[in-house]
């Protein structure tokens, strides 16, 4: 069944739906055409596909319809009779992971106002965060720190996570009474002395989640709340495009979107993305080799340590790889400050939805070629990544499957590009910029075989 013929039949089906709900597609459905394209200019008259956010809104707006105009229209409404909802977590302190994300904040938020406790953030928020919460007039949750320091005794629902790598550290592990999570259990998840509530599904976004646990309840969360979930289910999705994103996230955002009165989720999306990207040109090397990256313990009979892996997500890679000059002795610095085996800088373009990975040495590109096999350029310092975007599900189970299957360490390498000389020291700039400052570092150059001095 073709996408337009199965859309014409959710019409036919539910009068009241199509008339009433757009679940985020109005403006797609108000502008489309008798073949399934898109005016996108009303003015010269140009027609194009439909996105696949908005193409996704325009399948679900019946069904999305229809279980928004189940819930009660008051989101202080409870229900007589209501599915279980854990007592532990009332009053519990939700807050997300280290290096703070959208999907992390908005759980933060959607799960405290479910649950009735109380939101946090790990640390500060980003340009994309910062978005979503003044378009959505949320108030930004309190550090974790401050919170504890109020109440030391609080118990905690962490989000988002469930590793102690990624946990903020003025969370203790005893007081941990629930995880809400999407991502793999790997070898640092957080281990208990009693039994927690958790709530792990292989979804696309935890924000997802939490919509779904609201529909489920019958609850209709506020609708700066709903907003909130809805970004963070398009941003961890990559606008629906990402290959973690499941049939329960599509489905969210048309349910989220019909709560959240979205009209154009295709707009919504594009401001969120450029408020994505815009933070990055300004951002020092060190905060962009740091900024989103999470660190994965690995023990087999080739390999016994441990991988940093980063993601810079942007809608002009352009910007990013052309400061490697500037990241790849970062790279090295960071490898060492934080004695990790290897190091990894994915820059994602999220437009094209293409990859690139900047290596710094040896050891990461011997199992980079192993694992990906991507064209290697720039003397070994980049590689091609092709289609695959996703840390979770395209670049950490194909290191770990390559690591578990034998790949051991080269017996002899050539000298690396770049070393580390001096690793000098962290500092705050007036801008509140994280640099590294009085480091060393000793840069050889394959092709004439010359070495140099490079002080940052």
């Not at 049939?247 to 594009?270: F, G, H, P, T």
């Amino acid at each position: 069944m073709s996408d337009k013929l199965e859309m014409s039949i959710n019409f036919a089906d539910d009068t009241k739906a199509s008339s009433t709900f757009k679940g985020g597609a109005a403006a797609a459905l108000n502008r489309s055409t008798a073949d399934g394209k898109v005016i996108d200019d009303d003015e010269t008259g140009i027609v194009r596909n439909p996105t696949e956010v908005e193409r996704q809104s325009m399948m679900n707006f019946v069904k999305a319809g229809k279980i928004v105009e189940s819930l009660p229209d008051d989101y202080a409404s409870v229900p007589d009779m209501e599915l279980y909802l854990p007592e532990m977590l009332t009053d519990a302190v939700f807050v997300g992971h280290l290096v703070t994300d959208l999907d992390s904040i908005a759980g933060a938020i959607g799960g405290a106002a479910l649950y009735g406790g109380k939101p946090a953030r790990a640390s500060k928020v980003n340009s994309e965060t910062q978005f979503a919460l003044d378009y959505w007039n949320v108030e930004k949750p309190p550090k974790i720190e401050d919170v504890l320091k109020e109440d030391p005794d609080s118990d905690i629902c962490l989000v988002d996570h469930q590793q102690s790598s990624q946990m903020n550290p003025a969370i203790r592990a005893d007081k941990v009474v629930g995880i809400i999570d999407h991502h793999a259990l790997q070898s640092q998840t957080l281990v208990t002395d009693v039994p927690v509530y958790i709530d792990i599904r292989p979804w696309g976004s935890m924000a997802a989640i939490i919509a779904h646990t609201y529909v489920i309840h019958s609850r209709r969360p506020p609708k700066g709340i709903a907003g909130m979930l809805l970004c963070a289910i398009l941003s961890d999705t990559l606008n629906l495009q990402g290959p973690t994103t499941t049939d329960w996230d599509r489905l969210m955002v048309s349910v989220l979107a019909e709560m959240a009165d979205v009209d154009d989720i295709q707009l919504l999306a594009q401001k969120q993305f450029k408020a994505k990207s815009q933070e990055l040109a300004g951002l020092s090397a060190h905060a962009l080799v740091n900024g989103d990256a999470k660190t994965f313990s690995f023990k087999a009979s080739g390999f016994d340590g441990t991988i940093y892996f980063s993601v810079v997500e942007t809608t002009d890679d352009d910007i990013i790889l052309d400061r490697a000059s500037e990241l790849l002795p970062e790279m090295l610095a960071s490898k060492e400050e934080k004695g990790v085996d290897m190091i990894f800088l994915a820059v994602v373009n999220i437009v094209k939805l293409k990859s690139k990975l900047l290596i710094c040495d040896h050891l990461a590109e011997s199992i980079a070629i192993e694992a990906f096999g991507g064209e290697i350029s720039c003397n070994g310092t980049l590689m091609d990544l092709g289609n695959r975007v996703s840390r979770k599900k395209e670049y950490i189970p194909v290191i770990t499957s390559v690591i578990n299957d034998g790949w051991t360490k080269p017996a002899s390498a050539p000298q690396a590009e770049w070393t580390v000389k001096k690793l000098g020291h962290l500092e705050v700039d007036p801008s509140d910029q994280v640099q590294r400052r009085g480091s060393t570092f000793v840069h050889f150059n394959p092709m004439d075989q010359s070495t140099a001095i490079v002080a940052f």
